[in-house]
């Protein structure tokens, strides 16, 4: 009896040694010693998932969940398998079969001459219903030319009226696309001929594509 109320008392002390460790800690029942007496009550389970989950992880990710979510949530609906070779190879066969990466197929599709055709009637008759506007600095002192326009500082020619067609009018042509002999030189509004094809049809009363350019100061 005295052997048995001695082991008693061991137990005791042990039990009352624990305590005393829980309560020294600041986390309280935090600390990982608690833990580990707990048993599997508070370990984690690694599951592979069958199906994405969100907050928790895609198909066929292996992921780390509470033995009870596990087993009364996962488990039942078929959402994840436990996390051993005979899952794991089952579910890496089954993403080969059903998960195939598919390859995006990009057919092109040439133009053909009538969609041509369309793009070059679309510009042109873009370009013959906007006006082009530059601005430009005028030629200090001031001087005029016979037809009473201001001379500019920089003269305007084809590149740079390519140009801004292109930012403004949003069509791309080439400066052999434009008819002029000699650059903008004055301020006032010009017609500049345009060359185009000659298959596009021309708008009622009209004889030739032309841009209006209309050059002013700043």
């Known amino acids: 009896m005295a052997c048995l109320q001695y082991g008693r008392n061991s137990i005791r002390q042990q039990l009352k040694n624990v305590k005393s460790i829980f309560q020294k800690c600041d986390g309280g029942l935090q600390h990982p010693l ?33 033995p009870g979510y ?85 003269p305007v020619g084809k590149d740079e009226i390519v140009a801004e067609v292109a930012r403004q009018i949003s069509v791309r042509i080439e400066p052999e696309h434009l008819v002029l002999d000699t650059p903008l030189h004055v301020m006032g509004e010009f017609e500049v001929p345009l060359r185009m094809p000659r298959s596009i049809p021309l708008p009622e009363g009209k004889t030739q594509w032309v841009l209006q350019v209309k050059i002013r100061g700043k």
């Open 34 to 66: 608690y833990h580990a007496v707990q048993g599997l009550r508070y370990r984690k389970l690694q599951v592979i998932l069958t199906t994405s989950i969100d907050k928790l992880g895609k198909a066929g990710e292996t992921v780390k969940v509470a």
């Open 70 to 154: 596990f087993r009364n949530h996962l488990m039942p609906k078929l959402l994840a398998v436990p996390n051993i070779d005979k899952y794991r190879h089952l579910m890496e066969d089954q993403r080969k079969l059903y998960q195939r990466e598919e390859v995006e197929e990009v057919k092109i599709v040439p133009a053909t001459k009538e969609d041509k055709m369309k793009e070059y009637q679309m510009a042109a008759n873009r370009l013959d219903r906007t006006k082009l506007v530059l601005r430009k600095l005028t030629k200090k002192p001031l001087t005029k030319d016979d037809k009473g326009g201001t001379f500019i500082q920089e």
